[in-house]
């Protein structure tokens, strides 16, 4: 069996860190963008189903 290296481990562990603070920083940005698309397509949802019973 290999000798694990500490240092290797650590550097691991930071990599890891940095990775899921990336990955959850990403999906904030996507939920905010995500957000603001259902507002505007339920504004127009809400033309559309508008329309047919005028006519």
Known sequence: MARKNPAQFVKRQKEMARAQKARDKMA????????????????????????????
Request: glycine share 8%; proline share 4%; net charge negative.
């Open 28 to 55: 904030k940005r996507h939920r905010e963008k995500e957000g603001d698309g259902i507002t505007e397509n339920s504004t127009t949802n809400t033309e559309d189903e508008t329309f047919p019973s005028e006519s």
